[in-house]
Each structure stands twice: as structure tokens, then as C-alpha cells.
């Protein structure tokens, strides 16, 4: 029954595996947008850079018709002629600013979109590795009918998502994707310590085993889980440990 269990889930992964593929082509099409929105910005500053040397000119005209007083006033209606030049010019420079400006604004949605989408992504995927980590585990020690799932509770009015959960034994877990230092290591245990009490209310029994699976554990942070987990009797998984029983 492991074995089937384990190919089932093998193979939940390999569809995960094909979503994020299809994330990062979407993000490779981001890059691609940056670059050609970086391309057209370059060319918007040579325009504005010609015409600078274009207003330098003027003045350079402007200079010479002091010479005299006919050729001031010939100087003059071309002078009038180029500061108009000028103002269309910089109304076109700074209407194409604002199309720029919008355009950034759209991709940094679109961009803040797809980064979300591939975090939730991610946290699912290691989600899902950590409960069939769980599982075979608790397979392994004789719960042919262990099966370690998500499970939302309703706790003195409002509801409590728990993670990791498995009913017989009584197992809850918590699966943070990163513990960055020792405020996040306090944090995590101190969820796990929470989501424990609300079950062991509903169902009247102690749990088997409290559960904290760590993605990646920074330098900073990994002392001071080990210690808090090891104190609060919670059993601590690291991702490097999953990815090693399940062949990742």
C-alpha cells in the first residue's frame, strides 16, 4: 500500500513540477517585456539628448542676431518658430513618459501577479512533500491508515488552518516554507504549540506527534529552532530530509 501511496503522490508532483514550468515561461515573457520597455526608454533619452542640442543651437542663433536690428527681427520669427518646435517636441517627450510610465505600472501588476502565483505554487508543492513524507512515516510504523492531509478546524468562532493533520494517530503539523531567524523560529513553534491545543480540544485526546516542516532553516534561525522544537517536544523535519526519503 506504501508503494502505491508513494507512486500516487510521485506522480502528483510530476503535474506540480509541469505548473511551474508553465510560471517560469511566463516570467521568461516578463523579462523579455523589461528588456524591450528598456530599449524603447533608451531611445526616448537620445530624443530628449537631440533636443537639448537642438535648444543649444537656438541660442547660438540667438546670439548672432544681435548683430542688427534686421536681421533681430528675421532671427526673432525663427526663434518663434523653434520654441514652438520645442514645446510640440516636449509634449510628445513627455506624453511618451506617461505611456512608459503606464506601461511599468501594468507589468509590475502583471509581475507582482505571477510572483505570488509562483510563491503559492512553491509553498503547495513542499506542502504536499511534507504530508507524503508524514504519511509513509507513520505507514511505515504500522497506521496502515494514516493519510496526512489539510484540515481547517472552527475555533471558538473562527477557523484554524492546519497544515499537517492526520486523525488516527492524532498528528499536526505546521509547514513554513523559511525560518529566517530566531523571531521566525519562535513564531513557527509557537503556531504548531496553538494549532496542537485547538485539536487536542476538539477531539478530547492528547496528539500523537506535534510536526514542524521547514523548507529551508536560514544560518541564523537553526540553533534556536532545534532547541525550541527539542523543548516543546515537536518533531522537526527539515526539506532536505524529505527530499532524500521521497527521491526528489
Same mark, same amino acid.
Given at each position: ?21 508553465s510560471i517560469e515561461e ?19 533619452? /537620445?530624443?530628449?539628448? *537631440? ?47 506617461? *505611456? ?18 509562483? *510563491? ?19 505507514? /511505515? ?24 493533520f492526520n486523525e488516527e494517530p492524532l ?48 544560518? /541564523? ?9 527539542? *523543548? ?17
Amino acid at each position: 500500500m506504501a508503494v502505491r501511496l508513494r507512486r500516487e503522490f510521485l506522480k502528483l508532483l510530476d503535474e506540480v513540477l509541469k505548473r511551474l514550468d508553465s510560471i517560469e515561461e511566463d516570467i521568461r515573457k516578463i523579462w523579455e517585456e523589461i528588456r524591450g520597455l528598456r530599449e524603447g526608454q533608451e531611445k526616448l533619452w /537620445e530624443g530628449q539628448n *537631440r533636443l537639448w542640442e537642438g535648444q543649444n543651437k537656438l541660442w547660438e542663433e540667438i546670439k548672432a542676431l544681435r548683430v542688427g536690428q534686421e536681421k533681430l527681427w528675421e532671427g526673432q520669427n525663427k526663434l518663434w518658430e523653434e520654441v514652438k518646435a520645442l514645446r510640440e517636441g516636449q509634449e510628445r517627450l513627455w506624453e511618451g513618459q506617461d *505611456r512608459l510610465w503606464a506601461s511599468h505600472r501594468r507589468l509590475e501588476n502583471y509581475m507582482r501577479s505571477a510572483f505570488g502565483e509562483l *510563491r503559492t505554487a512553491l509553498g503547495a508543492t513542499y506542502e504536499m512533500h511534507a504530508a507524503a513524507y508524514l504519511t509513509m512515516m507513520l505507514l /511505515e510504523m504500522g497506521y496502515e491508515g494514516a493519510d496526512v492531509v489539510r484540515r481547517s478546524f472552527v475555533d471558538d468562532g473562527g477557523i484554524v488552518e492546519v497544515d499537517l493533520f492526520n486523525e488516527e494517530p492524532l498528528v499536526v503539523g505546521e509547514v513554513p516554507l523559511a525560518v529566517r531567524d530566531v523571531g521566525d523560529a519562535e513564531h513557527e513553534v509557537e503556531k504548531v504549540l496553538r494549532r496542537v491545543g485547538v485539536v487536542e480540544r476538539i477531539y478530547g485526546r492528547r496528539v500523537f506527534m506535534a510536526v514542524l516542516s521547514v523548507a529551508n532553516v536560514y544560518p /541564523e534561525a537553526a540553533d534556536a529552532l532545534k532547541t525550541l522544537a527539542a *523543548r516543546h517536544g515537536i518533531r522537526l523535519v527539515l526539506g532536505r530530509e524529505i527530499k532524500e526519503a521521497l527521491q526528489l
